[in-house]
């Protein structure tokens, strides 16, 4: 499969129709999320860096056409149009990392009506994707109020590649490491790791085990005390650390049970062993909610390892994410049908400190003491700025989250910021609206 | 990224730490899922097949080895070990499309114990993502009892690769077809579409587009007629298909509202402009709750298409599943931390007619008039049965779908098929019990 076929059937029938009416002048399409999920007081844009990437390199291959024609049962040659199609438009997007409200333009394209169409799939699938399990993961670093939180998704991501994502993703959130080796190695976050169940039983016993673990690896060591019982686990972990003299920078980890009652036991035994310093690693169908349970409990857990629900972003493992025709051939479109309505025309988010963000027209001055969130990233299809950094959006995230006011940032029922609407966006939308009602409902059916 | 990297990074320490010691017996791991989901009777075995072709390409290159070295901050001399590293080993399976239970081994890989572990990471993700999303794709189909149900989830899946895999595993469940062209054209499913609320906007009015894409496209066309006003777009579209004497075929689409209300009405205005012949899709954030709920209302609606919630399994993004040890050197092992205990030795699922199935020892007698589920599908690390035809699945997921009770099948509060566990493996469970709490735990601390 490739890049250009990977996408809904129906931008490629539209694009030929476009290209059979010479409708080939410029249009905007915006992407945005309608509303926020339940549990989410804001959203972290993410997704743009990928999105882009798919745009550079998007060119209509024979093999394309070929395929086109195939699942369309019409001949090769009426697909002929689209062969050698690339992107040359431009993008407009709010950089990785930022926070985002409802409504806020995400990533915004313009460019000849055909290609801005057929890449509409693709586009909308990585900014939902990504912002998606983005904001769940912002949500784990809140809850654990300045414990490491690490990545152990991979194993239940939806496929390997959303689980580098989820790692990645992580890592911009504000992660301290990932158990995925392929990430941590191309998105330079450490890579974090223990041992599993399966290795404490492939030997005779735990002791075994640790001490073999051990000889293996220099420091620090994590043992995995649950597997047969928590108590008498945790004892051995300690006569082995003890042992070898590996009690600094070691930690044991637990992954089942009442991981809050076991927590203060394993304390309270590896205190009496002498060994404070060993740390303790929590893990197991851990999310924001209970992590933020055990961090209010006073759990004495040093780091929380997240995986399955905040790779999937259980919670909300899907966004209302648009990608919405706002403008073709200088003309603002809409559309009206119920609970459906869209701002017409190219757009701008104004920030002002604590994400008082007013959404405004493209070309109007921005609010005193206010930035424009999206940026030109990209024009004739070529990025115009190097590739976003991982760091860079990190350390967007960490300020743009430090200024929320703090009941968005709570993580049960959270208040949503909300961004306003400035005078010519609204007045702009009215206009649209009556445009549309006169023109195409012929003023009579206005929907209510 | 490569293949091999693409793992958690205790795969690689563990995997390690054998090699050191000497242990490269055979291990069994078995892969299952321990509890069902809400809202799921039972579950479609997915995944077996992208997992084997991973197992069949697996082989640890000297990049993978630099990439482990580099995220472990050691030598490269110490990961050399693992150079060369292939998948030799022995896979028993259920062929995908069959109706699992909770419990029941989906696949099972014998190797030497570092291959073994090795893989866990990504055989554990084929099969439990895969499963989830069949799941949930099947249960579409029972709620439009006889309608052709369609895939347009590709926007919103979690990345591309699990859009693909929605397609692929939709059409398995029983869709009639997706949107996805690259998934249309590998798998030889019919590709599905319509047009976008972007196509009407960008022309005057509703039914100059109309126009404009029949023009384009031949029959069979379907006309999104809710961008403005439902009542006036379906007067548009039955005005332009009267025109152009294209009704026959043609279907109109509601994709906003109160889908159940449009496509009460909207039946109406087609049956009264003579267009009796004029179907209805629906689409718009359906699942098999909101397919079951049209259905048993008699609403009009000939085609469901179904999209972002059945392909990212909203309700159950993710399975409770598990690649756990059973056997290792001939020694069968579990282990017992609490509400995680798991059968020990390798395993067969015996199957009488109606899905009533008895989780046994592999080398046990089957039960009278039982048939085994689990195939073995690779030896010596090759496939030794050819890979599995889509067509296969969807014909074995249909006949075992048909045999469950009515309970298992229901969309809301379904009751699940539960599995029985024969006789020698219950024992040998007690004694492998035994054995642990005797030899690890010192006959005293058993977990209650």
Do not use: W
């Not at 699942?71 to 689209?82: A, E, K, S």
């Not at 414990?147 to 994502?165: C, I, M, N």
């Not at 006569?239 to 003299?245: E, G, Q």
């Not at 025309?345 to 005193?368: K, L, N, S, T, Y």
């Amino acid at each position: 499969m490739s890049d250009v076929t990977t996408t809904d059937l129906y931008e490629v029938t539209m694009a030929l129709s476009y290209l059979r009416e010479r409708m080939t002048e410029q249009a905007t399409f915006s992407c945005f999320v309608r509303d926020l999920p339940p549990h989410r007081g804001f959203l972290v844009a993410a997704g743009a860096e990928s999105a882009l990437a798919y745009l550079s390199r998007y060119r209509v291959e024979r093999d394309d056409v070929r395929a086109f024609a195939e699942v369309l049962g019409r001949p090769v040659h009426d697909l002929m149009p689209l062969l050698g199609t690339r992107f040359t438009g431009t993008v407009r997007a709010i950089p990785e990392g930022h926070v985002v409200l409802a409504g806020e333009p995400l990533f915004e394209v313009t460019a000849p009506l055909p290609q801005a169409q057929l890449v509409e799939t693709v586009v909308l699938n990585h900014l939902s994707h990504q912002t998606a399990v983005a904001s769940k993961c912002v949500r784990c670093v809140l809850a654990a109020q300045g414990h490491p939180v690490v990545d152990f998704s991979l194993r239940r991501t939806h496929g390997t590649a959303a689980g580098y994502q989820a790692a990645r993703l992580a890592a911009m959130a504000g992660f301290a490491g990932t158990s995925n080796v392929a990430a941590a190695d191309a998105e330079q976050v450490p890579a974090v790791g223990t041992m599993a169940h399966s290795y404490i039983e492939a030997f005779e016993n735990e002791e075994a085990a640790f001490l073999a673990f051990a000889r293996c690896h220099p420091d620090p060591v994590t043992f995995l005390v649950d597997t047969y019982d928590t108590e008498s686990g945790v004892a051995a972990a300690a006569r082995v650390l003890h042992a070898l003299d590996r009690g600094d920078g070691a930690a044991v980890r637990l992954d089942s049970g009442d991981i809050k009652a076991l927590a203060f036991h394993t304390r309270a035994i590896l205190d009496a062993a002498g060994l404070p310093q060993v740390r303790i690693v929590a893990s197991g169908g851990l999310d924001e909610f209970a992590v933020a349970d055990l961090v209010s409990a006073g759990a004495p857990i040093d780091v929380y390892a997240v995986g399955t629900r905040v790779g999937v972003s259980a919670d909300a493992p899907y966004l209302d994410s648009a990608y919405k025709l706002v403008e073709y051939d200088g003309r603002p479109v809409m559309k009206l049908s119920s609970a459906k309505v869209t701002a017409p025309g190219r757009q701008q988010v104004f920030r002002r400190p604590g994400c008082v963000d007013v959404i405004g027209m493209a070309d109007e001055p921005p609010p005193a003491g206010s930035m424009p969130l999206l940026k030109t990233l990209m024009r004739a299809g070529v990025r115009c700025t190097p590739a976003g950094r991982l760091q860079d959006a990190r350390e967007r995230l960490a300020k743009d989250v430090a200024e929320l006011p703090a009941t968005a940032r709570e993580i049960r029922s959270p208040v949503p910021v909300r961004a306003t609407v400035s005078e010519p966006l609204a007045a702009l939308t009215g206009q649209v609206r009556q445009r549309i009602e006169r023109a195409v409902l012929g003023d009579v059916t206005g929907p209510t």
